[in-house]
């Protein structure tokens, strides 16, 4: 088992920052990939940031260049730092893990970013 703990949601205006962070613990050493996606109101969760182990990080086009992944690994933590925020980046934020035959999500964060 993997347990999430997510903080750092809360309430932006337009152009504002947030930094998100996720602290996973349990059974990390299964972990290879640890990121973010996200869910608005009436639409489908989608990949916003996922880095792995290794050195490969993936955004979604809509953040690149705004928002930025990183991971300490000795802190089995991986933040996101969200810069520019748009309204459009309004949404719950869920943390993910996943690895050889494992898969958890966070309970999710909710960001508003007001124009």
């Known amino acids: 088992q993997v347990q999430l703990v997510e903080s750092g949601g809360g309430l932006a205006q337009a152009g504002g920052s947030l930094r998100l962070s996720c602290a996973a613990s349990?059974?990390?050493?299964?972990?290879?990939?640890m990121g973010w996606y996200r869910q608005a109101p009436g639409k489908q969760r989608e990949l916003v940031a996922t880095a792995t182990s290794g050195t490969s990080i993936n955004y979604a086009d809509s953040v690149k260049g705004r928002f930025t992944i990183s991971r300490d690994n000795a802190k089995n933590t991986v933040y996101l730092q969200m810069n520019s925020l748009k309204p459009e980046d309004t949404a719950v934020y869920y943390c993910r893990v996943f690895g050889v035959r494992m898969d958890y999500w966070g309970k999710g964060t909710l960001v508003t970013v007001s124009s």
């Open positions: 349990g059974r990390i050493f299964s972990i290879n990939t």
